[in-house]
């Protein structure tokens, strides 16, 4: 697998597709990988050139101490300029909505759209973090016990997704990996008095079910970025809904895809 060094940073891994359509790069969520996207490189590894990577401290690539969604911004911004991709749509599931904000906030000629997948742009609570730790300390001293995995599979999984890749995933996570995961979001500052400075169309994608990302938080992103181009909520789709609903959520995201695609080739 393809990887390069940021500058006092990780070395990231990732995947590309290739061919000459517009590039989509997509940023997968808190303890996921790039493996979590497969229903969507089938659809647009078509007719666009697709990237997946792992982010910091998730999958191949290794990162030890502390990080911010700002740093993990730059990665993403890195990963294109090492891949001399100019100008991309991006897919931002949960955490990698989270940095793609962040990143479109800090260089929004980047951007050609964003998908918003099950994420936000607000700061955890004071307790929400608390409750938090908790649960990922327990994880990190005993492991993955079975009360862990009914935690993650009703944070994460939901119903409809095949739980054995990432059961054996999450199985290999350590304490310092999933400290290190951690910090960030514990960390993380709200950006939602800035979504005016996301200047790129944006399509919003929730589940009903999901228990990660209120309901509320998502759809305030769609509702305060200046392109707003829909909020699309999906019933009984849970955290991780491209996974559990990707028919629905590949055509929620080809009809922006093909939209926003129009609208940049007509600029070239």
């Given at each position: 697998?393809p990887?390069?060094?940021?500058?006092?940073?990780?070395e990231?891994?990732?995947?590309?597709?290739?061919?000459?359509?517009v590039?989509?790069?997509?940023?997968?969520?808190?303890?996921?990988?790039?493996?979590?996207?497969?229903?969507?490189?089938?659809?647009?590894?078509?007719?666009?050139?697709?990237?997946?990577?792992?982010?910091?401290?998730?999958?191949?690539?290794?990162?030890?101490?502390?990080?911010?969604?700002?740093d993990?911004?730059?990665?993403?911004?890195?990963?294109?300029?090492?891949?001399?991709?100019?100008?991309?749509?991006?897919?931002?599931?949960?955490?990698g909505?989270?940095?793609?904000?962040?990143?479109?906030?800090?260089?929004?000629?980047?951007?050609?759209?964003?998908?918003?997948?099950?994420?936000?742009?607000?700061?955890?609570?004071?307790?929400?973090?608390?409750?938090?730790?908790?649960?990922?300390?327990?994880?990190?001293?005993?492991?993955?016990?079975?009360?862990?995995?009914?935690?993650?599979?009703?944070?994460?999984?939901?119903?409809g997704?095949?739980?054995?890749?990432?059961?054996?995933y999450?199985?290999?996570?350590?304490?310092?990996?999933?400290?290190?995961?951690?910090?960030?979001?514990?960390?993380?500052?709200?950006?939602?008095?800035?979504?005016?400075?996301v200047?790129?169309?944006?399509l919003?994608?929730?589940?009903?079910?999901?228990?990660?990302?209120?309901?509320?938080?998502a759809?305030?992103?769609?509702?305060?970025?200046?392109?707003?181009?829909?909020?699309?909520?999906?019933?009984?789709?849970?955290?991780?809904?491209?996974?559990?609903?990707?028919?629905?959520?590949?055509?929620?995201?080809?009809?922006?895809?093909?939209?926003?695609?129009?609208?940049?080739?007509?600029?070239?």
């Amino acid at each position: 697998m393809p990887s390069f060094k940021i500058e006092n940073g990780p070395e990231i891994f990732f995947e590309d597709t290739g061919g000459a359509g517009v590039p989509i790069i997509f940023s997968h969520g808190l303890f996921m990988t790039r493996e979590m996207f497969g229903p969507q490189l089938e659809e647009f590894s078509k007719d666009h050139r697709c990237i997946v990577w792992d982010e910091r401290a998730h999958g191949k690539t290794a990162w030890e101490g502390e990080f911010t969604y700002y740093d993990s911004a730059e990665d993403l911004i890195g990963l294109a300029d090492h891949l001399g991709i100019d100008k991309f749509i991006h897919f931002g599931f949960s955490q990698g909505g989270l940095l793609a904000l962040r990143a479109a906030i800090g260089h929004p000629d980047r951007f050609i759209g964003l998908i918003q997948c099950s994420t936000h742009a607000h700061a955890l609570s004071g307790d929400a973090v608390a409750a938090f730790k908790e649960k990922i300390s327990k994880w990190g001293r005993d492991g993955l016990t079975e009360e862990t995995k009914d935690f993650l599979r009703w944070l994460i999984l939901g119903e409809g997704v095949d739980e054995a890749f990432w059961m054996d995933y999450w199985s290999t996570m350590t304490e310092q990996q999933l400290d290190d995961a951690t910090y960030a979001l514990y960390e993380a500052e709200e950006v939602k008095d800035r979504l005016d400075e996301v200047k790129a169309p944006t399509l919003v994608i929730h589940g009903l079910a999901d228990v990660s990302t209120p309901l509320e938080l998502a759809k305030y992103v769609g509702d305060h970025v200046p392109d707003s181009r829909g909020t699309v909520l999906i019933e009984n789709g849970p955290h991780a809904i491209n996974l559990s609903h990707a028919d629905q959520v590949n055509a929620a995201a080809r009809a922006f895809v093909d939209e926003v695609t129009a609208e940049y080739e007509k600029t070239l």
